[in-house]
């Protein structure tokens, strides 16, 4: 459909050809012959040329990129490379090296996306018409369609490539994208070639070079240089929004920020802590305490003390003089004011020096009016 395709610095290519500097004096230069009387009507309505850059290991599919070339025109092309790298695995969906995709890699070069589609279409191809499409690879023991061996191949190619737009087949979901990508932004500028101060003698000087006669003037020649615009390339490196060192990261200063905790923030809350947990069991043991030890509640403790009382020896109390007088008229004592004094053990009588001790005494104090 293109005609003849020349490939310059392809990776098999033992002579390749190096730039050091950019710029339109240091890329690529050619002047090229339309031949518009070898279009064919059918296949082709345009003249000129069809230019594509890709990388030295891809293959070069013309009807997917690329660019035509106006006749008469000499077009500028400067290009940038960039590299965009996808991480994969659980960050999406992306093959390296295409070895686990479902489909038969049926080019001699490495996996690209375009490449994986061919392929597909390839071997749908194979197994729905039985031949293989002359403009793609074809496996081994498997021949071209021929209308000789193969007369319906032709109705059910264009069938075939109904279900193939439509996704029918499967291609595109099978085919996943490589998570290495080389590509190149290419900026075009056109200017009138050649001027028409010039037409003459530069038509006249390749006529002398190529032995060849340009009969249309303009019309049958055209004139592309291409060129790096800078040695500078981009790299688009994926990378995952969230990592563990970021989550930590993350939630560390929204612990520091809602609760403004560090490692000291961190002892004092656990001594606090520990202070609540000893305050209440202090206040816990005084409660069962006063519940089960206190004399005047009845409890254990009060029984204790009347034990304690009633296995004390005998003592006696005198009163003072005046309680003995004659009882006065007015409100009655109260019971706290009448009740007797606790007997001490340290009020009874010292053993004399001799060794005995009094048989019992009474010590009660004198009192006057």
Not at 10 to 32: R, T
Not at 40 to 51: D, E, F, N, Y
Not at 317 to 338: I, K, M, R, V, Y
């Amino acid at each position: 459909m293109y005609g003849n395709c020349y490939t310059f610095n392809d990776k098999n290519n033992s002579n390749l050809w190096m730039s050091s500097m950019p710029g339109i004096n240091n890329g690529l230069s050619l002047m090229l012959r339309a031949e518009q009387n070898d279009f064919i009507p059918l296949l082709s309505t345009v003249t000129g040329a069809r230019v594509m850059v890709h990388g030295q290991d891809e293959p070069a599919f013309m009807d997917d990129g690329g660019f035509n070339l106006r006749p008469g025109v000499e077009t500028s092309i400067s290009m940038r490379k960039e590299t965009l790298d996808r991480l994969g695995g659980d960050y999406g969906d992306c093959t390296k090296n295409g070895s686990d995709v479902p489909v038969e890699n049926l080019y001699p070069s490495k996996y690209t996306q375009q490449v994986c589609i061919h392929s597909c279409f390839q071997e749908s191809m194979i197994k729905e018409c039985g031949c293989a499409y002359i403009f793609y690879p074809r496996p081994q023991n498997v021949e071209y369609c021929d209308y000789r061996k193969h007369s319906s191949w032709g109705y059910c190619y264009y069938k075939l490539q109904v279900d193939f737009s439509s996704d029918h087949l499967g291609c595109f979901t099978k085919c996943r994208k490589p998570c290495s990508v080389t590509s190149y932004q290419l900026s075009a500028g056109y200017s009138r070639w050649p001027s028409v101060t010039s037409q003459e003698w530069v038509f006249q000087m390749l006529s002398r070079q190529n032995n060849y006669t340009v009969n249309n003037k303009r019309n049958g020649v055209a004139k592309v240089n291409i060129f790096f615009k800078e040695l500078n390339y981009k790299t688009n490196s994926e990378s995952p929004s969230v990592t563990m060192v970021t989550l930590l990261s993350n939630l560390g200063s929204q612990w520091s920020l809602w609760f403004g905790s560090s490692v000291l923030s961190v002892v004092e809350m656990a001594e606090l802590i520990f202070d609540l947990l000893v305050i209440t069991f202090l206040m816990l043991l005084r409660r069962f305490r006063s519940r089960y030890w206190s004399p005047g509640r009845g409890g254990r403790g009060a029984q204790e003390v009347a034990s304690t009382l009633a296995s004390s020896p005998p003592s006696h109390f005198c009163p003072h003089p005046t309680s003995l007088s004659l009882s006065q008229p007015g409100p009655a004592p109260s019971p706290a004011l009448t009740a007797p004094p606790p007997a001490y053990a340290t009020l009874g009588p010292r053993p004399s020096p001799g060794g005995s001790t009094g048989a019992g005494s009474s010590a009660c104090p004198l009192g006057g009016p």
